[in-house]
């Protein structure tokens, strides 16, 4: 049986590297954080040391996470993947557990779901991976698996997302499936 991993803060040496890279990537992509200041940001951080070894994971398995919005309601700053290509210490996974259990043979070393939660991050669902690509051109080469409304899911099937041909599509593939280029996005509010 796998432990899930324990969502413990940040080392400070780690935190402080950590946070020189979000901060370069901050003002690198102003254009996904119009309207917030990174000192707003950095300070959330600092009273979260939680989210940031969440976001810390997120960073150590290829998604390159930077803020792409604020919850009006709650104040949280929202952070999403945000490497071009689906990350890529997360790719070659089934949908979830029940998918990755369901195969026969050849079955990958774990699933997209399982994996999102030990990392402490919720998949993209449609909308949001459909926001993420008004932000850049994300997933050109790879694709990602996204959340699946449970009747789809109940069928067997699950969705996942790419950009091709200067168009986002929504595709669905059976759930045990998995690929080399087939990853998966998350997000984490701070």
């Known amino acids: ?7 413990s803060p940040a080392s400070a040496e780690s935190a402080g590297d950590l946070l020189t890279i979000l901060a370069s990537r901050f003002a690198a992509n102003k254009g996904r954080h119009k309207g917030i200041r ?11 040391p939680e989210k940031l070894a969440v976001i810390e994971r997120m960073e150590q398995t290829g998604g390159e996470p930077d803020v792409v919005g604020r919850d009006k309601k709650s104040g949280e700053f929202i952070f999403y993947d945000c490497s071009l290509e ?3 210490g997360r790719r070659s996974v089934c949908y979830d557990r029940e998918a990755l259990e ?12 399982d994996l999102a939660a030990a990392i402490g991050i919720e998949l993209l669902n449609e909308e ?6 008004s932000l850049g051109d994300f ?9 699946t409304p449970a009747e789809i899911r109940a069928l067997g099937g699950a969705l996942f997302g790419d ?3 200067g168009h986002v599509f929504i595709y669905h593939n059976g759930a045990p499936s998995y690929y080399a280029a087939r990853g998966f996005r998350g997000s984490v509010r701070v």
Do not use: G
């Open 163 to 165: 950009f091709r041909y």
């Open 38 to 48: 990174w000192t707003d940001v950095q300070a959330k951080l600092d009273a979260s």
């Open 128 to 133: 949001q991976y459909r926001e993420l690509q």
């Open 1 to 7: 049986m796998k432990k899930k991993r324990a969502s």
């Open 139 to 147: 997933d050109t080469k790879t694709s990602s698996w996204i959340q």
């Open 86 to 88: 689906s990350p890529s």
């Open 102 to 113: 369901s195969r026969k043979s050849h079955p990958p070393q774990n699933n997209a779901l």
